[in-house]
């Protein structure tokens, strides 16, 4: 079993639609970071978090530590937010991320 | 600024060849991190480096090793490439934190062992 599982795996839907994305965790983590990949692009980090909750515009992350859980919200999704969305867990001193295996979200016009 | 460069962006290389992955950063962080992307698996962290002159491997080690003589370059040196190392390559690094710091990536580097 992976030590970070993301759900769903892939993810389609019409532009202006609400968004989630899951992640859980079986490990002791210190952050949590999710991460954007554009096909066949470099990846950018968009949220780190160790508790609570964090907004940038139309994405929201949450997490709930004792649940071991986190989501990503997209808020009216758009074309422009396809792209594969990583979950992954920081642990130890070194900022060392375990990794998610990705989610991957087409949104259709 | 520059962040994170990566090079080259695409290299095929013959079975038993050997080639050096070239990962720099300008921001003066001191931790890099070099990962493999495969298909369907999440990355892979196969060696990183806490600052200069200090190295440590990953959870893929195998068949790499890496050099860390200056705080800006971060190669991942392949001997004796192999089709199992067919993958995607991403460079990262991050300030030594204060409290947790993101990690900046490069645009990777293709690599086909064919």
């Known amino acids: 079993k992976n030590e970070v599982e993301q759900s769903p795996q892939n993810l389609t839907a019409q532009e202006g639609e609400f968004i989630t994305i899951n992640c859980s965790y079986s490990?002791?983590?210190?952050?949590l970071h999710w991460l954007q990949q554009h096909p066949g692009g470099g990846i950018v980090s968009l949220f780190m978090l160790s508790s609570g909750k964090k907004k940038h515009g139309r994405l929201i992350a949450t997490i709930n530590i004792q649940e071991k859980h986190s989501s990503l919200h997209i808020t009216a999704s758009h074309p422009r937010d396809s792209a594969v969305y990583i979950c992954a867990v920081e642990s130890g001193a070194t900022n060392k991320l375990i990794f998610g295996t990705g989610t991957l979200l087409a949104v259709q016009p | 600024n520059a962040g994170v460069t990566q090079t080259p962006k695409f290299r095929i290389l013959k079975i038993g060849q050997s080639m050096t992955l070239q990962c720099a950063q300008d921001m003066n962080h001191n931790y890099m991190y070099w990962y493999r992307q495969d298909p369907g698996m999440g990355l892979k962290l196969i060696y990183y480096?806490?600052?200069?002159?200090?190295?440590d491997k990953g959870e893929v080690p195998n068949g790499y090793n890496v050099s860390r003589s200056t705080t800006e370059d971060f190669p991942l040196r392949l001997e004796l490439a192999a089709p199992s190392q067919t993958s995607v390559y991403f460079c990262?690094?991050?300030?030594?934190?204060?409290?947790?710091?993101?990690?900046?990536f490069g645009d990777g580097t293709r690599l086909s062992i064919l």
């Open positions: 490990v002791g983590i210190s952050a």
């Open positions: 480096s806490v600052g200069a002159g200090i190295t």
């Open positions: 990262a690094s991050s300030p030594r934190n204060r409290g947790h710091q993101p990690q900046h």
